[in-house]
């Protein structure tokens, strides 16, 4: 069973950085395509980017493209989204996904990912 574990979410303020991680507990973690998606209460979990199995292409929601930058170690089987100028409007929790098909390309679609973390909370304040 995968599980992927968040962390790095906190409270900060508007047009500070923040770096999350999500660490994996499986060795096919360098096969696996990651995402991070964001939720708010009463609102749809929402893609914000993802990288495909390599680590060469990733892809970004236009409301944080220029801002957020999604990278990942394969050797240390973690994936991380570092934040920068933050807006109140990420306020949200934000979920690590994992797409264990092989050498996945990675996606903006939630129904591609079949391994999701617990979350980490983000709040940004004005």
């Known amino acids: 069973q995968v599980q992927l574990v968040e962390s790095g979410g906190g409270l900060v303020q508007a047009g500070d950085s923040l770096r999350l991680s999500c660490v994996a507990n499986?060795?096919?973690?360098?096969?696996?395509?990651l995402g991070w998606f964001r939720q708010v209460p009463g609102k749809e979990r929402e893609f914000v980017a993802a990288?495909?199995?390599?680590?060469?292409?990733?892809y970004y929601a236009d409301s944080v493209k220029g801002r957020f930058t999604m990278s990942r170690d394969n050797a240390k089987n973690t994936v991380y989204l570092r934040m920068n100028s933050l807006k109140p409007e990420d306020t949200a929790v934000y979920y690590c996904a994992a797409d264990s098909a092989f050498l996945s390309r990675g996606s903006r679609s939630e129904g591609s990912y079949d391994y999701w973390g617990q979350g980490t909370q983000v709040t940004v304040s004005s």
């Open positions: 499986v060795r096919a973690f360098s096969t696996y395509a």
């Open positions: 990288v495909n199995w390599s680590g060469d292409i990733t």
